[in-house]
């Protein structure tokens, strides 16, 4: 099993940045393809973003393109989600998610973080 620690989410304002990190433990993270999932209050959880195990495949959800991107650290077993130009629709829990899979699945993900809060004022 592997599993997944977030850190770095906070409060920002509109347009700034933030980066959030999700350290992995237990495996490596070169087996699993690895994904970035956000809930916001009183709506699902939805993917925002994804690589897979070489990073040579990406998925972003159409929200977040252009504007955030999902980066992986196989040496240091970390993935990140890089956020710019953040809107006050971002706010929401993110959380990290692990999945052996050759693609970047959108859903299906196996094992996930606790999650990190991220709150973008207007």
């Known amino acids: 099993q592997v599993q997944l620690v977030e850190s770095g989410g906070g409060l920002v304002q509109t347009g700034g940045s933030l980066r959030l990190s999700c350290a992995a433990s237990?495996?490596?993270?070169?087996?699993?393809?690895m994904g970035w999932f956000r809930q916001a209050p009183g709506k699902e959880r939805e993917f925002v973003g994804g690589l897979s195990r070489r990073s040579g495949n990406s998925a972003y959800a159409d929200s977040v393109k252009d504007r955030f991107t999902v980066s992986r650290d196989n040496n240091r077993n970390t993935v990140y989600l890089q956020m710019n130009n953040l809107k006050p629709e971002d706010t929401a829990v993110y959380y990290c998610a692990a999945k052996e899979s050759p693609y970047v699945p959108r859903a299906g993900y196996s094992y996930w973080g606790q999650g990190t809060q991220v709150t973008v004022s207007s």
């Open positions: 237990g495996r490596t993270i070169s087996s699993y393809a």
